[in-house]
């Protein structure tokens, strides 16, 4: 298999922006415990797989979403990969933090993009949807009409899934949870029997290890 998703799924592998440990989970700063653990940050260290990020969430953009007229990346994680992709899209951009700044203007949209303009929003990361969808919610309040939303990686809970069809918002994502563990089973990364584990966890990750 030589998708995109899977390519993408070894390099992430490969820099240790994405880790697995089926048998000493970590906690995500919800409480929650995973048996994964992804920081698509880590990709920005590396120039060749910075510009691979970059040029492949461009180019989903132009063949998704080709009446983008503006770029808003959601805050702290895809400043930089946004900022990148409207940069080669030549689009204005923008980004949306996670609350109002408590000084100056006071603002939760830093940049400037026109009310009505057409606003495909990136992302690094999409586990439960709740801060992207926040994200998407606060361009609109501003006028804005968000078309759309591109993502280097999704965990793909049925919990987001049904929060993005909710709020009418196309995903479309580089890589996503099937294809990473897939990547990892192919090299090595992890044994079969630890696959099951990973299965079950997305299953329910609120209640996994919890009864």
Same mark, same amino acid.
């Given at each position: 298999m030589n998708t995109l998703e899977s390519v993408f799924a070894g390099k992430?592998? &490969?820099?240790?922006? =994405?880790k697995l440990q089926p048998t &000493?989970? !970590? $906690?995500?700063? @919800?409480?929650?415990? @995973?048996? =994964?653990?992804c920081d698509n940050r880590k990709t920005l260290s590396y120039p060749d797989l910075r510009s691979f990020v970059k040029v492949e969430l461009t180019r989903l953009i132009m063949e998704? !979403?080709?009446?983008?007229e503006g770029v808003a990346g959601v805050a702290t994680g895809a400043i930089a990969q946004g900022a990148l992709v409207a940069d080669a899209l030549a689009l204005p951009f923008a980004y949306?933090?996670?609350?109002?700044?408590?000084?100056g203007m006071e603002n939760l949209i830093e940049g400037e993009l026109r009310p009505g303009m057409k606003v495909i929003v990136?992302?690094?990361? =999409?586990? $439960?949807?709740? @801060?992207?969808?926040k994200a998407v919610e606060a361009l609109r309040k501003a006028g804005c009409k968000v078309i759309g939303m591109v993502a280097s990686y999704t965990y793909g809970f049925p919990v987001a899934e049904e929060a993005f069809k909710a709020a009418d918002v196309k995903l479309v $994502?580089? $890589?996503n949870y099937e294809a990473v563990v897939a990547k990892?089973?192919?090299t090595g990364y =992890?044994?079969?029997?630890?696959v099951a584990t990973l299965n079950e966890w997305r299953k329910n990750p609120a209640r996994w290890m919890t009864t």
């Open positions: 992430l592998l &490969n820099v240790k922006a =994405i &000493n989970p !970590f $906690t995500w700063a @919800s409480g929650w415990k @995973s048996p =994964i653990y998704q !979403f080709p009446e983008a949306v933090r996670s609350k109002p700044k408590d000084h990136v992302e690094d990361l =999409i586990s $439960t949807g709740g @801060s992207s969808l $994502t580089l $890589t990892a089973l192919q =992890i044994k079969e029997e630890e």
